[in-house]
């Protein structure tokens, strides 16, 4: 299953700008004209005064449209969406307590990836992250990272795994989701009830999140900066479900809304290993729901024992060698090194 991120998950190869109202400018007054008078021995008669009238008698209506008319904090892009988040009512996004982006980092983050992941349209970021909000209401993930799966439906399925430098720059951490859907027994058990295995996939992607520790994070982000993202591998080793069955097709489809609706501006790169040639219909699902940019971030390879040829360039020296051997590395099995949703 592949998941993505945003136009929304699932099998092989599955985030502003408003421009502030013009300021009104208060009309400018001409100076009062100052005309000779001759004497006169008759009282001089009161004459109404040419001058304008003092600001204080503006009517109030006048004066209220004038102050709306001003640039004022509200009008800035993260301000329009922390007001937003504010009006709908649900507090939490990924773990991340929402708060004013101006003061609290954290929530800058997460409200600048939902205008990345619209390219700066702050009328699409409002109506995504009002539906990842209402969502996650509903849903409430971070109760699903607490919840027990069933053993024999997901062991072996899906780890996290996390590997660092030791620095505490965000650059310095790089997180992974590894799904083995070669390691699927049964596709009746694992795909049949689509609310439970999505559920299950959620937790999984909970479980990064809390790896990843955006409630934390001190470093803002741009929107061509960011390093708050994670790596997806997704091994169809040994697939067994090779004309995709209908369970599958349907939790496949179902996951990549969920993802590419509630999870913007999170993948950095997604690996597709041992995929078979014949497993391409995913592609044509993503294709419907995922973004562009997002697609050129997916990978397909044949072979996964190249996995780790990948990492080269990454800010963590050697990461690829931390990777399992069964991927291209040296480091422990992922049932070692990894972390799961909780089963029994």
Do not use: C
């Not at 080269?312 to 399992?324: H, M, T, Y």
Request: hydrophobic share 40%; glycine share 6%; proline share 8%.
């Amino acid at each position: 299953m592949a998941d993505t991120e945003t136009k929304p998950d699932t099998v092989p190869a599955a985030q502003e700008r408003a421009a502030p109202a013009e300021a009104t400018e208060a009309p400018k007054t001409a100076p009062a004209t100052v005309t000779a008078v001759a004497p006169s021995t008759a009282p001089a008669a009161a004459e109404p005064s040419t001058s304008p009238a003092a600001p204080e008698t503006q009517p109030a209506a006048a004066a209220a449209e004038t102050e709306k008319a001003l640039p004022t904090l509200e009008e800035t892009p993260l301000a329009q969406l922390w007001k937003t988040a504010q009006d709908t009512g649900h507090p939490e996004v990924w773990g991340v307590t929402l708060a004013d982006p101006d003061t609290h980092v954290p929530s800058q983050i997460v409200l600048q990836k939902y205008l990345n992941a619209n390219d700066g349209d702050l009328v699409k970021a409002k109506d995504q992250l009002v539906k990842t909000l209402e969502w996650r209401a509903k849903i409430q993930p971070l109760e699903l990272v607490k919840k027990v799966f069933s053993k024999a439906k997901f062991e072996g399925l899906g780890f996290v795994t996390t590997h660092t430098d030791g620095s505490a720059e965000p650059e310095g951490k790089e997180i992974f989701t590894w799904n083995i859907y070669g390691g699927v027994k049964s596709i009746e058990e694992t795909f049949g009830d689509v609310d439970d295995f999505i559920a299950w996939r959620v937790a999984l992607m909970e479980l990064a999140l809390q790896e990843l520790s955006l409630s934390t994070a001190t470093k803002p982000i741009t929107a061509t900066e960011d390093p708050y993202k994670i790596f997806q591998v997704h091994d169809y080793k040994s697939i067994s479900f090779l004309r995709s069955p209908p369970q599958v097709k349907s939790a496949s489809a179902e996951t990549i809304k969920v993802f590419a609706q509630n999870y913007p501006e999170l993948l950095k790169e997604k690996f597709f290993v041992n995929v078979p040639a014949i497993m391409g219909f995913v592609y044509s699902f993503m294709k419907l729901f995922v973004a562009a940019k997002t697609i050129k971030k997916f990978h397909p390879m044949s072979n996964g024992g190249n996995l780790a040829l990948e990492f080269g360039e990454s800010a963590i020296k050697g990461l690829g060698e931390q990777l399992p051997t069964e991927y291209g590395g040296k480091g422990k099995d992922l049932k070692s090194q990894g972390k799961e949703p909780l089963l029994e």
